[in-house]
């Protein structure tokens, strides 16, 4: 059955009014991306024979190769002993964007967890340090306990704790007594870029969508998130990947949740920039397709600080695989044209 007809038409009217073309979703990714430990010794021939024959490498961004889609990675020795890492192109091409040197020695990323772009970003600095002996670190903001659980485990899990430590605070609020060489904002919004899981969840019957023990969960986890926080929007289950109906809803539908994510976001934007160092840089991602949460963020932003300007994030990346945002300097991962998840991409830098 066409995957269109079973989008409800409150939904539809949420893509319609945010300039998202519905069509994306028939969209099928062939390919799915995965990341080698960027000091792990290994031909590209033993690759082939540990991981898949049909493995290519992807040019652009180093360490980073894709295999079909369907491909799984989890029994693989090379992923066991923590030198193989699951993670979209689009995601790999944000910390891409950061452009990690030498002279970058304390990070931020608010938004931090699960923790794919976090233990990248890791990798790259530990790389460096390795090099010059400078201790480099990478601090790792995110509101939800359950979700830096899990980027601990990772973190753990990959030795990387070293070049991590991971805050639970809010990230519109969090202060730190250090400025920071750049920043990555990896916003909280709709993701309906993450086509694959939003197709998981609208192929499910109906009766699937809201079971008891998924109510009852999410009732539990908002008393949980009330108790903690008071500007979320989201239940546990969302923060974990396990949307129910009501958070589905809540998440597309409803005007007012929609208005506080935009707020959020702008608000996660100004904290991140007022934290970040004159001359450094701040990379701003969403996995939304709508202008409002990408582009107007943006904008909005510039027009409020002189001091920030527009930069191109990608230095030299062959940019034919991904297009060029509503506004100049700004890029998205179209699904369509580069076989990846929906990305968006701006990259500030404080003058
Ligand atoms: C798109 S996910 C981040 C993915 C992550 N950067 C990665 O690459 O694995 C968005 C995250 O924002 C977090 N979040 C939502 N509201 C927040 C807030 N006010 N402050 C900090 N984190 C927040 C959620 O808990 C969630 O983990």
């Known amino acids: 059955m066409n995957i269109l007809n079973k989008l409800s038409p409150q939904f539809k009217e949420f893509l319609q009014e945010e300039g998202i073309d519905e069509e994306i979703f028939l969209f099928e990714q062939t390919l799915r991306y995965i990341r080698i430990k960027p000091d792990y010794q290994i031909t590209f021939e033993q690759l082939q024979q540990q991981v898949s024959n049909q493995i290519l490498s992807i040019n652009e961004i180093p360490t980073i190769y894709s295999l079909p889609a369907d491909e799984k990675i989890n029994n693989l020795q090379l992923y066991k002993d923590g030198n193989l890492y699951g993670i979209d192109k689009s995601s790999a091409a944000v910390v891409y964007s950061l452009d990690i040197n030498k002279n970058d020695i304390n990070l931020l990323e608010i938004c931090c967890a699960p923790g794919a772009k976090l233990t990248f970003i890791a990798d790259l600095l530990r790389l460096q340090t390795k090099e010059d002996g400078i201790q480099r670190k990478v601090f790792g903001v995110d509101i939800s306990q359950n979700r830096l659980n899990i980027t601990q485990s990772i973190v753990n899990k990959y030795k990387l704790e070293k070049f991590v430590e991971l805050i ?108 970040l160092k004159q001359n450094g840089m701040l990379v701003y991602s969403t996995c939304s397709f709508s202008q409002k949460q990408n582009e107007d963020q943006i904008i909005k932003f510039l027009e409020q600080n002189a001091d920030a300007i527009l930069v191109n994030p990608f230095h030299g990346m062959n940019q034919q695989q991904c297009k060029s945002g509503k506004i100049f300097n700004t890029v998205r991962f179209d699904p369509k044209v580069s076989n990846t998840g929906g990305m968006f991409i701006a990259k500030i830098q404080k003058l």
């Open 168 to 275: 639970l605070e809010d990230g519109t609020k969090y202060k730190s007594e250090i400025l920071f060489d750049k920043v990555l904002i990896d916003a909280e919004c709709t993701h309906e870029g993450s086509i694959k899981h939003l197709k998981k969840y609208i192929n499910k019957p109906i009766n699937e969508k809201n079971t008891k023990k998924q109510q009852k969960n999410s009732k539990a986890s908002k008393k949980q998130l009330q108790k903690n926080y008071t500007n979320t929007y989201t239940t546990e289950q969302t923060k974990a990947n396990q949307w129910t109906e009501e958070d589905f809803n809540s998440r597309f539908l409803d005007q007012k949740k929609l208005q506080q994510i935009y707020d959020l976001q702008f608000s996660l934007l100004e904290n991140g920039y007022r934290l």
